[in-house]
């Protein structure tokens, strides 16, 4: 039975996917189906379900996820324009069960999100 995650097979290089960026902890690439111009995943090599199945341990982690995010975005020309969404679990709208960024730029964005 392969029960691993969409996102664990991109890490694996299962599935295919436009990676910008990878390290020994983390992966960033484009989303699918982008919600604006620019729409980039960052994920945990580690496969933490969610952000609330987080612990301690993970903090370092964590915040490089952020970082790692920034940079790309900055790189990308969205340095100080970018807005960044957890969505943690099915009801925040969740569909992936591993831990990941999303870093979106390239539009105006409203708040409340929605
Ligand atoms: P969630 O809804 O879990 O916060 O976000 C999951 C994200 O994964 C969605 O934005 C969706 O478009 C993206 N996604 C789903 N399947 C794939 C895929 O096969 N490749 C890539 N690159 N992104 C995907």
Same mark, same amino acid.
């Given at each position: 039975?392969?029960?691993?995650?969409?996102?664990?097979?991109?890490?694996? !290089?299962?599935?295919? =996917?436009?990676? %910008?960026?990878?390290?020994?902890?983390?992966?960033?690439?484009?989303?699918?189906?982008? &919600? =604006?111009?620019?729409?980039?995943?960052?994920?945990?090599?580690?496969?933490?379900?969610? %952000?609330?199945?987080?612990?301690?341990?993970?903090?370092?982690?964590? !915040?490089?996820?952020?970082?790692? !995010?920034?940079?790309?975005?900055?790189?990308?020309?969205?340095?100080?324009?970018?807005?960044?969404?957890?969505?943690?679990?099915?009801?925040?709208? &969740?569909?992936?069960?591993?831990?990941?960024?999303?870093? %979106?730029?390239?539009?105006?964005?409203?708040?409340?999100?929605?």
């Amino acid at each position: 039975m392969n029960d691993k995650t969409l996102f664990e097979k991109i890490i694996g !290089g299962e599935i295919p =996917a436009e990676i %910008l960026y990878e390290d020994e902890v983390a992966i960033a690439f484009k989303d699918i189906n982008p &919600q =604006a111009p620019f729409h980039v995943l960052v994920c945990p090599k580690t496969p933490i379900k969610m %952000l609330s199945k987080s612990t301690v341990e993970d903090e370092k982690l964590l !915040g490089s996820l952020m970082r790692i !995010g920034s940079s790309i975005a900055e790189k990308a020309g969205f340095k100080d324009k970018f807005r960044v969404v957890v969505n943690n679990g099915a009801e925040a709208g &969740q569909t992936v069960f591993h831990l990941h960024l999303h870093f %979106l730029a390239g539009r105006d964005f409203a708040w409340p999100p929605g």
